[in-house]
């Protein structure tokens, strides 16, 4: 298998948890460089890995063909567009861009470069939203006709990244955790009609949005999505209805919490839930009414780089697609709109 030498632009949370460990244990990926400012906190554990202090250092190196751009949202825009000019690859953190407008400069110039250019909605491969996802497959609950996914928080002190709090575009919950659940509902019942938004502060000396409330629009589907960061009990994150029956699952996916511990996602068991943790499925099939605890399929975010290795080497599409980024900032965009005028905004 011929790897691919991939930079990342910032070695923070990021970099740590969910990119280097990835590029670390997949046989298709070689991390090879990092633009880092000041410390070298990689080289406890990836060795051989290039320090560059400068992006133009980074995308001078030609043996680099993968920029994964995992540096603050504000930035996404300009740093994959000289990623792009340079001749790489590039994999952008979510969200894929402030504004729309941005996305589409992103998508023209990537195919002008003949390059490959995707968004890393790493959480369509939880374990929670995948069992969601083959509940609805499998057609178990019928016509679905409402749902409610949460991404919630107990977050009462400001992040200790200053960038993150700052009162400007591209900051607060719904840039932030809303790119997630608004992908994941895009992914199962594609662009709605119009949506509403209720967007809010609650945190003391917040300045930017940590509350949102968005009601999407489908001909026979109403979808909430929402998140707080003043939730210290959490409700389930996802909660269906249909004709037949409901499925109601917490957010359980392992992978986040066994990455922070330092542990590399190359194990049996990787991904795993606890078996407690089980959707509950009620629902009618054949005439009988079933009520049982379902156990999902394994969380797997290498997956996605599968998907980016076939892409670049295979020249498929990536199972996430820079239009695909594109769609959840117009509902952000969307969602900001229909805030500020207090009225539903068609899509």
């Known amino acids: 298998m011929l790897q691919i030498n991939t930079a990342l632009l910032s070695f923070g949370m990021s970099g740590q948890v969910f990119h280097a460990p990835f590029l670390h244990v997949h046989n298709g990926f070689q991390f090879s460089a990092v633009w880092q400012r000041s410390k070298s906190t990689w080289q406890q554990r990836y060795t051989g890995v290039k320090v560059y202090h400068t992006l133009n250092e980074l995308l001078q190196d030609a043996t680099i063909e993968l920029v994964v751009v995992n540096t603050p949202n504000v930035t996404h825009y300009s740093y994959a567009k000289a990623a792009l000019l340079a001749g790489k690859h ?8 402030v504004t729309s407008a941005e996305g589409e400069e992103l998508i023209s110039l990537a195919k002008e470069q003949k390059k490959m250019l995707s968004v890393y909605h790493n959480r369509r491969y939880d374990s929670d939203f995948k069992a969601v996802q083959e509940i609805l497959r499998n057609g ?3 016509l679905i006709i409402e749902a409610e996914f949460h991404y919630d928080r107990f977050k009462p002190e400001l992040s200790l990244k200053t960038h993150k709090e700052l009162a400007q575009k591209g900051t607060g919950a719904l840039y932030d955790l809303g790119s997630h659940i608004i992908d994941q509902a895009l992914r199962l019942f594609g662009r709605p ?49 249909g004709q037949k029956g409901s499925f109601i699952k917490a957010k359980t996916d392992v992978q986040e919490t066994a990455l922070q511990a330092g542990r590399l996602p190359d194990s049996e068991d990787w991904g795993k839930e606890p078996e407690e943790e089980r959707g509950l499925l009620h629902t009618e099939m054949n005439g009988t009414i079933i009520k049982e605890f379902v156990t ?27 239009e695909e980024g594109l769609e959840v900032v117009r509902i952000i965009e969307a969602a900001f709109v229909s805030n500020a005028e207090k009225r539903v905004v068609l899509m």
């Open 90 to 97: 590039v994999l952008v953190e979510k969200p894929f861009t």
């Open 140 to 142: 178990l609950l019928g």
């Open 193 to 241: 009609l119009a949506l509403f938004a209720d967007i809010r502060t609650v945190r003391p000396f917040s300045k930017t949005d940590d509350n949102f409330d968005l009601l999407l629009y489908y001909p026979n589907l109403r979808v909430h999505l929402k998140c707080s960061y003043l939730v210290r009990e959490a409700l389930p994150a996802y909660i269906l209805h």
């Open 296 to 322: 999902s399929p394994d969380g797997s975010y290498t997956e996605f780089y599968d998907g980016i290795y076939n892409a670049i080497k295979e020249g498929t599409p990536p199972l996430v697609t820079a």
